[in-house]
């Protein structure tokens, strides 16, 4: 199967994605890294491994970046199957949502809905988790529908919340679950393990 990937900073959820590719953990190949920045640090990695890098959105009164439209057409004309979300900040246009039906997916780093939609992100997450006493928190795999975290969930996993914990230190405890969670997502969608149940819940069936 043939993935985008689409992010604004580091990247560290694209190279997991990318290495567990190469090393045939996940049956697909990232064929596309689509960014707002093209300067962050995921684009530098997909430049390093001849991973073909986009602009979009296109940005105010510039030449540069695509359209919805365009992005569309461009994708189709690569053939990718599903869009994975990694750290892109953007919303992603509903000329998208409607192109890609059940194909493209975010991973947050809370229990959504918990700590979910707009101006949650980053170390803001953890830092509201912190302050509302959790005890609990982890990373969120869901469907991406046309508002900010609130699409299908499809997995979750559970991390401690420590008492003296800081944002920073839950933020990288939470990261390395991303990491995780998300290959193994990845590999169900590229196996064609997720199906749908009829109340349109998506769930992951184990291999066989
Ligand atoms: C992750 O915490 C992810 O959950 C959120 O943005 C962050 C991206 O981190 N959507 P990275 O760029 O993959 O390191």
Redesign the pocket.
């Known amino acids: 199967k043939n993935l985008a990937i689409f992010?604004?900073?580091?990247?560290?959820?694209?190279?997991?994605i990318h290495n567990a590719s190469a090393n045939g953990l996940i049956h697909g190949d990232v064929v596309v890294l689509v960014t707002d920045k093209l300067g962050c640090?995921?684009a530098d990695y997909a430049r390093d491994h001849d991973i073909p890098v986009i602009q979009f959105p296109k940005l105010r009164d510039s030449l540069e970046g695509l359209s919805p439209t365009d992005l569309v057409i461009f994708l189709r004309k690569l053939k990718v199957h599903y869009i994975l979300?990694?750290?892109?900040?953007k919303l992603i246009p509903i000329e998208l949502i409607q192109a890609y039906p059940r194909s493209i997916l975010?991973?947050?780093?809370s229990l959504l809905p918990a700590f979910g939609g707009k101006g949650y992100?980053?170390l803001k997450?953890h830092k509201a988790v912190i302050a509302s006493g959790a005890r609990y928190s982890g990373?969120t795999v869901h469907f991406v529908d046309e508002h900010y975290d609130t699409g299908r969930i499809l997995a979750q996993k559970v991390v401690p919340v420590l008492a003296n914990d800081t944002a920073e230190q839950l933020?990288a405890r939470?990261?390395r679950e991303?990491?995780q969670v998300y290959a193994e997502v990845v590999s169900a969608l590229c196996d064609e393990r997720v199906v749908w149940r009829e109340d349109g819940v998506p769930l992951i069936r184990s291999r066989d």
């Open positions: 992010v604004s900073g580091g990247g560290s959820n694209f190279r997991s640090g995921g979300l990694a750290g892109f900040l975010n991973i947050h780093p992100y980053g997450v990373p933020a939470v990261l991303e990491h």
